[in-house]
T-cell receptor, first 116, second 112 residues
């Protein structure tokens, strides 16, 4: 149990377009979902924390208008990269915390975004 | 500030023990974690230790925590080729236990 999926697994887009990435908890309800960004050979950096039904909390330095997060249900959160540019190219990973879990996060497989 | 450091690479022979080290700066860390990342798969939680513990053992995995030196290690006994992956340590600060601050990851390569 505790499987998290992401869609798409990879995406290539043109500069200036917007890209939506979905994160789903398949077999559990997640009150809280997290979005991370991972650069090559670097650690995961937390971008934002998303609670179902409320606005996401963004980490310092992350532009909320650039990275729109929606957490409309207990099993789905979306990250939209708006007006993407080549510097937004990265590996985006989501995680979900199960209801009544102490604080264990279950991670999705990640989405590789390449902006041309 | 919060900073978590790891060595980038470790190579071991199959059957030997592997020791992956991690240092952190936040003395208020509550939980410390070890995650495994394999290609195409999500990070998998291997084990965690609460900050008031010194050691935790789980089958082939042994976690040692030296809180004074802010040093965490993961020992994998009888390392197998299937253990080849990137290993991340992470800590949760006391001010927000939801938050995970990750190290840079250590790539473990196991050769026959």
């Amino acid at each position: 149990g505790a499987v998290v999926s992401q869609h798409p697994s990879w995406v290539i887009c043109k500069s200036g377009t917007s890209v939506k990435i979905e994160c789903r908890s398949l077999d559990f309800q997640a009150t809280t979902m997290f979005w991370y960004r991972q650069f090559p050979k670097q650690s995961l950096m937390l971008m934002a924390t998303s609670n179902e039904g409320s606005k996401a909390t963004y980490e310092q330095g992350v532009e909320k208008d650039k990275f729109l997060i929606n957490h409309a249900s207990l099993t789905l959160s979306t990250l939209t990269v708006t007006s993407a540019h080549p510097e937004d190219s990265s590996f985006y990973i989501c995680s979900a915390r199960r209801l009544a879990s102490y604080n264990e996060q279950f991670f999705g497989p990640g989405t590789r975004l390449t902006v041309l | 500030g919060e900073d978590v450091e790891q060595s980038l690479f470790l190579s071991v022979r199959e059957g030997d023990s592997s020791v992956i080290n991690c240092t952190y700066t936040d003395s208020s860390s509550t939980y410390l974690y070890w995650y495994k990342q394999e290609p195409g798969a999500g990070l998998q939680l291997l084990t965690y230790i609460f900050s008031n513990m010194d050691m935790k053992q789980d089958q082939r995995l042994t976690v040692l925590l030296n809180k004074k030196d802010k040093h965490l290690s993961l020992r994998i006994a009888d390392t197998q080729t299937g253990d080849s992956a990137i290993y991340f340590c992470a800590e949760s600060p006391a001010y927000n236990t939801d938050k995970l601050i990750f190290g840079t990851g250590t790539r473990l390569q196991v050769f026959p």
